[in-house]
């Protein structure tokens, strides 16, 4: 029997989900699969790492989803996907494939490689918007050139909200959803199960960090823009790893946005303005967006380097923040910029440093916008902080962390003699690092 095939990827959900609403919608029956990236997970250096846990209990929900109501498969395999698609070739007459676009690098490579042996067997591999509200080119200068300043780019993200059919009541077009759900009946049925592979199997075990819930109540939404800069109050979604692996929708919580909070709205185009920014210049990935930041000679003292990953500094709300990370897997945005800034600027350590190591820790990792946020820190990204303007810790705390109750939650030695001394003073710092981004940005 021909069927065709969805590939789940960075869209782990039944509901809302354009490719996979287009698969179901497409005649045949679908079977949807999803592929354990050995080439991602073979790099993970921890392997108790939750983002594989929070990716399993989830592949493991959907599937007994799929299988409780509709007798139907969810087939998961390990490997290589050069490698997987061949078998599942050899096991299934497939007329054609399935998924939602992802915007990074390796995800690009891949899917090249896949289209061109799919298309070699004869088969199509159809892919669609599903991550983002506006993708690629969608969003772009008059000129035809792609936006590197946020406050333009979001003007126009906006206007093209509202132009696509928004009449004050109905749904923007962008902002359309895909009612996969009602489509459930057209997956295949199936009553031999594949097992899903285990944890151990693929060299992982079971990570105790906690997700955070998908529930997020109105209220928070409504006083996002109060809220949302004070670490020891709960003011933020904490939904960032939800829509980093798509168990939520981008179109609703957008459609919610829009009601609910403009700021929480420009929170989620900055995200839109990250995914643009890498498709657009993937050289991000490994150099400054301005060429003429890659000339700055970072110090990278490892021991201090150290010291900042183990919230050691001496820099309360710095360290409240590394120690947050490394136990929660969550940072406090405001805490993000602080911690970035000082690494980058006090310690004058390359922010590529420091940028893998949120990526090693962070539940909400996410390639763009982790990139974008460690060079908007260190001054040489798209839109980024002036390099002349230096975060002092101390001032940041006090506005932020006044009665100090995040710091106490985290460094709760931080007012006795256990605590250590600053690692470099603050005003030392600073001049020191005006002085070497300024030789540096003058060898060009
Ligand atoms: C150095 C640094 C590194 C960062 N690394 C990441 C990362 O790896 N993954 C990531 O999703 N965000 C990253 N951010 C952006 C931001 O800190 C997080 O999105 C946010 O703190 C997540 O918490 P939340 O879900 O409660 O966000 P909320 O404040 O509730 O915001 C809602 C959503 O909007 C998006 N968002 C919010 N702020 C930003 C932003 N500045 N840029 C892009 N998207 C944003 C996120 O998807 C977030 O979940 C980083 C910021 C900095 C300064």
Redesign the pocket.
Do not use: C, V
């Given at each position: 029997m021909k069927i065709n095939i969805f590939w789940f990827r960075r869209d782990l959900r039944l509901h809302d989900n354009s490719g996979l609403y287009h698969a179901l919608n497409a005649g045949l029956k679908v079977v949807p699969i999803f592929i354990f990236d050995s080439k991602i997970l073979d790099q993970l250096q921890d392997k108790v790492d939750a983002r594989v846990t929070f990716i399993h209990d989830t592949i493991t929900r959907l599937s007994s989803d799929l299988q409780d109501t509709l007798g139907s498969i969810l087939d998961v395999r390990y490997g290589d996907p050069a490698e997987v698609w061949p078998q599942l070739l050899h096991d299934y007459e497939v007329q054609s494939v399935f998924a939602n676009h992802d915007y990074e690098p390796y995800a690009i490579s891949r899917d090249s490689q896949v289209k061109d042996f799919l298309s070699a067997g004869g088969v199509d591999f159809n892919t669609f918007k599903d991550h983002v509200i506006f993708e690629k080119d969608e969003v772009i200068k008059d000129d035809g050139t792609p936006y590197t300043v946020f406050t333009p780019y979001k003007r126009k993200w906006l206007a093209k909200l509202i132009r696509d059919d928004w009449d004050g009541k109905a749904c923007p077009l962008a902002l359309k959803s895909w009612p996969s759900e009602d489509l459930k009946s057209n997956f295949i049925q199936k009553s031999h199960f594949r097992a899903i592979p285990s944890l151990s199997q693929m060299g992982f075990q079971r990570s105790e960090i906690r997700i955070p819930s998908t529930q997020v109540s109105q209220t928070t939404i409504m006083d996002?823009d109060k809220r949302?800069d004070f670490p020891a109050i709960a003011g933020?979604?904490?939904?960032?790893v939800h829509?980093?692996f798509g168990t939520i929708s981008i179109r609703e919580k957008a459609m919610k946005a829009l009601k609910l909070n403009q700021v929480?709205l420009s929170?989620?185009i900055?995200?839109d303005f990250?995914a643009m920014i890498l498709y657009q210049f993937p050289h991000i990935v490994k150099k400054s967006f301005r060429p003429e930041y890659d000339n700055i000679p970072w110090r990278n003292n490892e021991e201090e380097f150290k010291a900042w990953c183990e919230g050691k500094t001496g820099y309360p709300i710095v360290d409240a923040g590394m120690r947050e990370l490394a136990t929660t897997g969550?940072?406090?945005?405001r805490v993000?910029?602080i911690t970035?800034s000082f690494l980058t600027k006090h310690l004058l350590i390359d922010w590529r440093w420091?940028e893998s190591w949120?990526?090693a820790k962070?539940l909400?990792?996410?390639l763009a916008?982790?990139n974008?946020?460690?060079q908007?820190?260190a001054g040489c990204g798209t839109d980024a902080a002036p390099y002349f303007r230096i975060f002092s810790p101390d001032a940041q705390q006090e506005k932020f962390d006044k009665l100090k109750v995040y710091i106490k939650k985290w460094v709760p030695e931080v007012e006795t003699v256990k605590y250590p001394k600053p690692i470099v003073d603050h005003k030392y710092a600073r001049e020191r690092c005006l002085e070497v981004y300024k030789r540096g940005l003058q060898k060009n």
């Open positions: 996002y949302r933020t979604s904490k939904l960032g829509f980093r929480y929170e989620l900055w995200r990250y969550y940072m406090h945005n993000r910029m970035a420091g949120f990526a962070l909400d990792y996410d916008s982790n974008g946020g460690w908007w820190a």
